[in-house]
């Protein structure tokens, strides 16, 4: 249980109310508890009155003890379910208490870690580890914690009465509990294997259902739903046969728990009588040790549950230790504020993608100057973007330095860098949102004027303005409602409202026409002026009216200058010119 170590400065944190917990939960013990010795009382009264030959006692006194004895009976279970039911106010309460700042703590790590780890890691997973595997947690920190400290508690006052009754009763009525351990420990080493097992296979459904979800246009455009359908059915039928197996070995526990109550009341039935036979024990003792053991049950019988609900928290808090135990690969070790210019310089700067090993660039060296324009162009995988994702920090270089006004980007306040830099994706992703919300995500006060201003150099406004709610208009999921191209321009607002003072636009114009492209050029540069951008396209024509380009290829500068100079090399920009020139004219 090694893993659930780490839970315990939450314990601490929330320690005034889980002491306040036990208290109640030792109040409630001992009223269930304390009635048993007034039945036995009373039994051992009748008893003595219905087999004395002598006159009856005075039957006032009688039925007055015997209603005292009643009265300690029938209200002592109502002041220990008043205590019990202050003992889930005050565990359960924390537990849920607990479960809010891990699940906060886990979002927080998630906010930290690198653009690298999220690449390599499936969504379904991730969200199991905050869903579910918490929520196994929880349980275990409620009602596991809260029972584990009854049973234990009720067990010693139990025991403790059973003792000062008859300890030779006592030690043949718990005779069979060690046999009951051993048990115990043996099936819970096989439940926590069998729980990661099963654990795992509900992370691979989950991650497999969230592919399917987003990739659903391309299910239905191939015709692939039986094929899908079939795939999860195999998936869904592995996690079934994974949990029927771990179901079927934690379903041994409560007949066990059972079987071992059913024995002792079998010694306590032949022990008792042989003691009583022989005058040592009186039948109310008997009748008090049948009513302990009565009360054991459910405790006992929740043994089981109670060790499947700290297995199942033990492989789920070490999935979510071994989350957290991943540090943080970009850190932000400056907090200064100071202007930003935007020049930018990379010398000899490499890198290699980790999950694929592609070198995307490879000692590439280049010099831009605040204010300037300049745009990437080269063929698919030659280190454009890769380009892009270094400016934002987004990812480490494995060498070489990249500076940001003469200071390596590393030295840098690297909220400051972000918070001045308008960063369109390649993949223009919007949140479930209105649009008005998706374009003003960067600003923190927006007012529609700002948000309609911006719309409009990105050409998206009249779109907008056709839609029934207009600015108010939920875009769905990843702004599925939108077509790609107005998924790209309302990208472009977003970056554009932030009045950053460097723009990169990572092929963010590929979805709209030519023309529609070259107008948001026009605009872009309008509002760009004396602010370095970086364009990254595949287009010719959001090159040709740029201070320079740069051409890639195999993560190397291949080409470098101005559009004219270019077109007089005859290289790769000058044979791509060319094509895209004729297939516009044809």
Known sequence: MSALKT????????????????????????FAVYPVKFVGYAINIIAETLNTDEQLPDKDKLFKQLLFYGGIIVLAPVISGVMKFYMRQTIIVASRRIEFELKNNIYKHYQTLSFSFFKKSKIGDLMNRISEDVANVRQYLGPGVMYSINMAVMLIVILIYMLLSDPIMTAYALFPLPFLSYFIYRQSTVINKKTKIVQGKQ??????????????????SFTKEEYIISKYAAKSNEYREKSLSLATTEAFFSPLMLLIIGLSNLFILYIGGQRYITGKINVGTITDFFLYLNILIWPFTALGWVISIARRAEAS????????????????????????????????????????GIKALDTVSFEINPGETVVFMGKTGSGKSTVALLLERLIEP??????????????????????????????????????????????????????????????????????????????????????GGQKQRISISRA?????????FDDSLSAVDTETEEKILANIKSETNNRTTVIITHRVSSAKNSDRIIVLEGGRIKEAGSHKELLATGGFYSESYKKQITEKQS
């Open 398 to 483: 494995d060498s070489g330095t990249i500076y940001i006004d003469d200071k390596p980007l590393q030295e840098h306040n690297l909220e400051l860098v972000r918070n001045k830099t308008g960063y369109v994706p390649q993949e223009s992703f919007l949140f479930s949102d209105t649009i008005f919300n998706n374009i003003a995500y960067g600003v923190e006060y927006p007012t529609l004027e700002q948000v309609i201003k911006y719309a409009k150099q990105a050409e998206i406004h009249s779109n907008i303005m056709g839609f029934k709610e207009q600015y108010r208009t939920e875009v769905g999921e990843r702004g599925i409602t939108l077509s």
């Open 496 to 504: 554009l409202i932030k009045n950053p003072v460097l723009f990169l």
């Open 203 to 220: 992370s691979e459904l989950s991650s497999f259902v969230q592919d399917s979800f987003s990739g659903i246009r391309v299910i239905k």
């Open 317 to 356: 808090m070490e999935r979510i230790n071994d989350f957290l135990r991943i540090e943080e690969e970009i850190k932000n070790t400056h907090s200064e504020v100071y202007p930003i210019k935007g020049a930018i310089r990379f010398e000899n700067v490499s890198y290699t993608y980790p999950n694929t």
């Open 7 to 30: 839970l315990n400065p939450y314990f601490y944190k929330h320690k005034k109310l889980l002491l306040l917990g036990v208290i109640f939960i030792i109040l409630s013990n001992f």
